[in-house]
């Protein structure tokens, strides 16, 4: 079975700072990974994806993903936050073999502040 | 709402009512499903379906009962409400022809069960 683990709850964050969020998964089968951004009282939006080739997968509003098999991690990172990214963040995993079921971590809210 | 409609967005409902959440889609995407958010768990897929008159379990299937008799619909059926069902549903739909795409997400569908 798959798993994945995203370890902060939270990440209060200032303006224009770099921020890094975290997520492990766990899977004995190769998977496909995902990050998703769910801004307040709205459904889920895909961030960005890892399906195959380059590790460092980029995506939308500036957000980007490093893929590190040996390390079994996922982390979504971005340069430069602004206010409007203050949202919670979702990784989620997919077997290759099945790949339209979704596994989520327990997300992470991200909380930028002036 | 990336082509996926949910209704109701809200609704209150007593302990052992019945009730049939929809969700359509504007596309002709084989693959729908069924996620459950709850506070600090992420999302868990309820049931799932591979096209019309093909659904199956997922996570956390209990209470709960599909069917999809059209492609474009697929709704959520609770037969005897219970307050561990109270939650936000999300409906989502494959992007795509194949089968590694990313899901897309309704907005969802607020539910409190009294």
Same mark, same amino acid.
């Given at each position: ?5 995203? &370890?902060?709850?939270?990440?209060? =964050? ?5 921020? !890094?969020?975290?997520? *492990?998964? @766990? ?23 890892? &399906?195959?080739?380059?590790?460092? =997968? ?5 957000? !980007?993903?490093?893929? *590190?098999? @040996? ?44 | ?114």
């Amino acid at each position: 079975a798959q798993s994945v683990t995203q &370890l902060d709850s939270q990440v209060p =964050v200032f303006e224009e700072a770099p921020v !890094e969020l975290r997520c *492990n998964y @766990s899977s004995s089968v190769s998977v496909y990974l995902f990050w998703y951004v769910q801004y307040p009282n709205q459904g889920l939006q895909l961030l960005l994806k890892y &399906l195959s080739g380059s590790t460092l =997968v980029k995506g939308i509003n500036g957000f !980007e993903a490093e893929f *590190n098999k @040996s390390q079994t991690s996922f982390h979504l990172r971005k340069p430069s936050v602004h206010i409007s990214d203050t949202a919670e963040y979702f990784c989620a995993v997919t077997r290759m073999d099945s790949s339209y079921k979704l596994i989520f971590g327990s997300g992470t809210r991200l909380l930028v502040r002036p | 709402n990336a082509g996926v409609t949910q209704t109701p967005k809200f609704q209150v409902l007593k302990t052992g009512q019945s009730m049939t959440l929809q969700c359509a889609q504007d596309m002709n995407h084989e693959y729908m499903s069924w996620y459950r958010q709850d506070p600090g768990m992420g999302l868990r897929l309820i049931h799932y379906s591979v096209g019309a008159g093909i659904t199956d379990q997922g996570e956390v299937p209990n209470g709960y009962n599909v069917s999809r008799s059209t492609t474009e619909d697929f709704p959520l059926r609770l037969l005897s409400a219970a307050p561990s069902q109270t939650s936000v549903y999300f409906c989502a739909r494959e992007t795509g022809g194949r089968s590694n795409q990313p899901q897309h997400f309704g907005d969802g569908t607020r539910l409190s069960i009294l």
